[in-house]
């Protein structure tokens, strides 16, 4: 039987791209939610983690595109990670990406940027 690891999402970047000390960058996409913000002030949503290798699956000129707002397809395989900080153990999944695809309808200006900040969608 084959396994198949495949995972196609599209949503918008949330936050700041990171770089981590082994190399990967991390960020967030956000996916669904509403247009109102919920009781506790937070936007309603799903959030998922995306982890990108850029020399081996996503170029650098791709990352640095990942803006908070823009809107993304990512395809990739689902990963769970294990780490331990201060003594506990910790588990999170991953969508490990193999291709971003920027959609033309979030434009990279900054007066888009900043009604984004105020409300993602």
Same mark, same amino acid.
């Given at each position: 039987?084959?396994?198949? !690891?495949?995972? @196609?999402?599209?949503? #918008?970047?949330?936050?700041?791209?990171?770089?981590?000390? #082994?190399?990967?960058? #991390?960020?967030?996409? =956000? @996916?669904?939610?509403? *247009?109102?913000? +919920?009781? *506790?002030? !937070?936007?309603?949503?799903?959030?998922? *983690?995306?982890?990108?290798?850029?020399?081996? !699956?996503?170029?650098? $000129?791709?990352? @640095?595109?990942?803006?908070?707002?823009?809107?993304?397809?990512?395809?990739?395989?689902? #990963?769970? $990670?294990?780490?331990?900080?201060?003594?506990?153990?910790? @588990?999170?999944? !991953?969508?490990?990406? $193999?291709?971003?695809?920027? *959609?033309?309808?979030?434009?990279?200006?900054? =007066?888009?940027?900043?009604?984004?900040? +105020?409300?993602?969608?």
């Amino acid at each position: 039987m084959t396994w198949l !690891n495949e995972v @196609r999402i599209a949503g #918008r970047v949330a936050g700041e791209v990171r770089k981590t000390e #082994r190399g990967p960058y #991390r960020f967030q996409i =956000k @996916r669904g939610g509403g *247009s109102k913000k +919920d009781g *506790s002030g !937070n936007w309603p949503g799903e959030y998922f *983690s995306v982890v990108c290798w850029p020399k081996n !699956n996503v170029g650098e $000129d791709v990352i @640095r595109q990942l803006v908070p707002g823009v809107t993304v397809e990512v395809v990739g395989q689902l #990963r769970q $990670d294990q780490w331990t900080r201060g003594g506990v153990t910790h @588990r999170g999944i !991953n969508i490990v990406a $193999d291709e971003i695809t920027l *959609s033309a309808l979030a434009p990279l200006t900054p =007066k888009y940027n900043r009604e984004v900040e +105020d409300n993602p969608f």
